[in-house]
């Protein structure tokens, strides 16, 4: 490059523009453009207060944009879905200070993606290695303890292990689309006893004269928002305690990026009772939250993974990505995938400790998803 290159931090994500931010990334994925980061910036679910305090990367060229890395401080480890706690309380009785660390992620999305922002061309690679390295220093003049890049792409892995960053290795369970021409089409490639399953359990969701739509652009108000934080908030009570997101994030999603919501909803009798939020890009659509206030039958299974998989077919998406956990998801055609993320740690009696570690760990995990995948939906070879 022929410029010398600068790397920046910002406490904010409205410091660069949505035009030069958006400029970077290679892709549509709506989880790392600047519309959505704002809209956790601005309704206060991101914050120092929350834990996750924004400290954003952009690399200058000749005073212009030409990289950038959504990035915090985080001073616990909620809101990841790559669990390091056991890591935190080795380090911290060994005598060390774990938090705060550094997080490259998007907060509360378990969602592979790019996190080092940089557009195609022939320096991309060189300025993603700018940025990691403008992270570590950053790490390292704050005195803080770790580096950790969360739900990464290939790509990125690949460059952050070159660098000596640990790899490890996650499972999500994602459906794809084979070209198939409908939903019958789908079924027509599983097991006999499987097409069967599913056939009862969309059946059975659409008793009690449940109606299901989909919202998206200008269909979205704020009454559905107000129905689905209602859902959020009662899924959330009871998975986490207190739920991440609070109730404007879901306004300023859809102002901000209304395009990309895809929202199923539910009603019964004129009244919402249950709804899934996902977002698109134009390969994959990202199921992320789920939530109902009355109990029904295969409901969850009809609005979270058979609708999506609908959707997907019909507007000629790649990918579904069902979010975190859930081996039960096998059995509905959603299939075992790694997920990777890379981990700096200072402090080199931690990193070996942590290797060791992750050597183990890693190879439960290939061999949970090899057995997982022996045991797909999908007809096999000479089967029926």
């Known amino acids: ?27 549509d994925h709506p989880f790392v453009m600047h519309q959505f980061l704002r809209a956790l910036e601005e309704s206060g679910s991101v914050s120092a207060e929350a ?51 550094l997080q490259l992620s998007v907060p509360f999305s378990p969602v592979t993606g790019p996190r080092l922002l940089v557009p195609e061309g022939p320096e991309r690679e ?36 070159a660098d000596g960053l640990l790899i490890r290795t996650g499972e999500q369970f994602h459906w794809v689309n084979e070209g198939y021409e409908n939903f019958d089409d789908f079924l027509a490639q599983l097991s006999s006893r499987k097409r069967k399953a599913i056939r009862k359990e969309r059946a059975g969701a659409l008793e009690n004269d449940l109606e299901f739509e989909i919202l998206t652009g200008s269909d979205l108000s704020e009454i559905h928002w107000d129905a689905f934080f209602n859902f959020y908030i009662d899924t959330g009570n009871r998975k986490w305690g207190t739920p991440y997101l609070n109730r404007r994030f879901f306004s300023l999603l859809g102002e901000y990026l209304a ?47 058979y609708r999506a998989i609908d959707y997907a077919i019909e507007h000629g998406i790649r990918r579904v990505e069902a979010g975190a956990q859930g081996p039960h998801k096998l059995a509905r055609g959603y299939l075992p995938v790694e997920t990777y993320s890379a981990h ?41």
């Not at 949505?18 to 290679?26: F, G, I, K, R, V």
């Not at 290695?129 to 803080?144: D, H």
């Not at 009798?269 to 249950?274: D, F, H």
């Not at 698109?280 to 993974?305: A, I, P």
Request: aromatic share 12%; glycine share 6%.
């Open 1 to 27: 490059m022929s410029d010398t290159p600068t790397i920046k931090t910002l406490q904010s994500i409205t410091e660069v523009s949505e035009a030069d931010w958006n400029a970077c990334l290679a892709n």
């Open 51 to 101: 834990g996750w305090m924004p400290y954003h990367l952009a690399l200058e060229l000749d005073g212009r944009i030409a990289g950038v890395a959504p990035m915090y401080v985080k001073g616990h480890s909620q809101g990841e879905y790559v669990f390091d706690h056991s890591w935190a309380h080795a380090y911290e009785r060994a005598g060390g200070k774990y938090y705060p660390k």
């Open 126 to 161: 060189m300025r993603q290695r700018l940025l990691l390295q403008g992270a570590k220093e950053v790490a390292t003049r704050l005195n803080l303890s770790s580096v950790h890049a969360t739900f990464l792409e290939p790509e990125e892995r690949d460059l952050m292990e």
């Open 259 to 305: 395009d990309a919501v895809v929202l199923f909803m539910v009603s019964r009798e004129g009244r919402y009772i249950a709804g899934a939020l996902n977002l698109k890009s134009r390969d994959c659509l990202y199921g992320r939250y789920w939530g109902c206030v009355e109990d029904h039958r295969f409901l969850h299974f009809e609005t979270c993974y």
């Open 344 to 384: 700096w740690l200072r402090d080199p009696g931690f990193h070996d400790a942590v290797a060791d570690y992750l050597q183990t760990e890693t190879r439960q995990v290939e061999a949970e998803i090899n057995y997982l995948a022996s045991h797909s939906p999908f007809r096999h070879e000479n089967s029926e």
